[in-house]
């Protein structure tokens, strides 16, 4: 089992910025995804973005530019740097982990843990 803790987040006005972070404990490993899923009303989970056990990252096009994924050496420790927020943004995000590290990261489905998740409202 994987544990991952959230904080961060809030009410934000548009253009302000945020940092998410998630903290793993349990049975974590060096080789899994870790990534960044968010859901906003009436809509399904959206990927937002991904560190895989490579290092590489992906972002999804519409946070390119604006939100940064980034992890610790340790590979704990996972954050959101969120830029030049938009109302579009508002939604609750998840961190989320992925043992297996399988392909299809950019499936919300693919990932087997996940934070309790925390709101992230923009305001206009």
């Known amino acids: 089992q994987v544990q991952l803790v959230q904080s961060g987040g809030g009410l934000v006005q548009a253009g302000g910025f945020l940092r998410l972070s998630c903290a793993a404990s349990g049975r974590t490993s060096s080789s899994s995804t870790m990534g960044w899923v968010r859901q906003a009303p009436g809509k399904e989970r959206e990927f937002v973005a991904v560190?895989?056990?490579?290092?590489?990252?992906y972002h999804t096009d519409s946070v390119k530019g604006r939100f940064t994924i980034s992890r610790d050496n340790a590979k704990t420790t996972l954050w959101l740097q969120i830029n030049s927020l938009q109302p579009e943004d508002t939604a609750v995000y998840y961190c989320?982990?992925?043992?297996?590290?399988?392909?299809?990261?950019?499936?919300?489905?693919?990932?087997?843990?996940w934070g309790q998740g925390t709101q992230v409202t923009v305001s206009s």
């Open positions: 560190i895989r056990w490579t290092g590489n990252r």
């Open positions: 989320a982990t992925d043992p297996r590290s399988r392909t299809e990261y950019f499936l919300p489905r693919t990932y087997d843990y």
